[in-house]
Nanobody
Framework: QVRLVERGGGSVQSGGSLRLSCAASGINFKLYTMDWDHQAPGKERELVAQIESSGTTTYTDSVKGRFTISRDNVRNMVYLQMNNLKPEDTGVYYC?????????WGQGTQVTVSS
């Protein structure tokens, strides 16, 4: 079955950095677009970064120039490097994949940015 496990969250001060990782299993990883989604407290989950099987990346405007998504198709991992973190980046980060018409998420990892 599809399984996604995120790691790397934590508490940092504004301007700090974190690197999130997501281990994927149960899919032919290299074929699939992988997403990182963010759910701020009291808000809906939103897409922040996406990487296609080709390596093409897209970002939501609020993280452009600060976050970098990457993937390792040998280790079946997807990463989110987050620099210059802001308090509004606080929340739970999930990696996700649309596999055969169904979206799968991991359990998420908490990121807290203090001002």
């Amino acid at each position: 079955q599809v399984r996604l496990v995120e790691r790397g969250g934590g508490s940092v001060q504004s301007g700090g950095s974190l690197r999130l990782s997501c281990a994927a299993s149960g899919i032919n990883f290299k074929l699939y677009t992988m997403d990182w989604d963010h759910q701020a407290p009291g808000k809906e989950r939103e897409l922040v970064a996406q990487i296609e099987s080709s390596g093409t990346t897209t970002y939501t405007d609020s993280v452009k120039g600060r976050f970098t998504i990457s993937r390792d198709n040998v280790r079946n991992m997807v990463y989110l490097q987050m620099n210059n973190l802001k308090p509004e980046d606080t929340g739970v980060y999930y990696c996700s994949v649309d596999y055969r018409g169904r979206v799968y998420w991991g359990q998420g990892t908490q990121v807290t940015v203090s001002s």
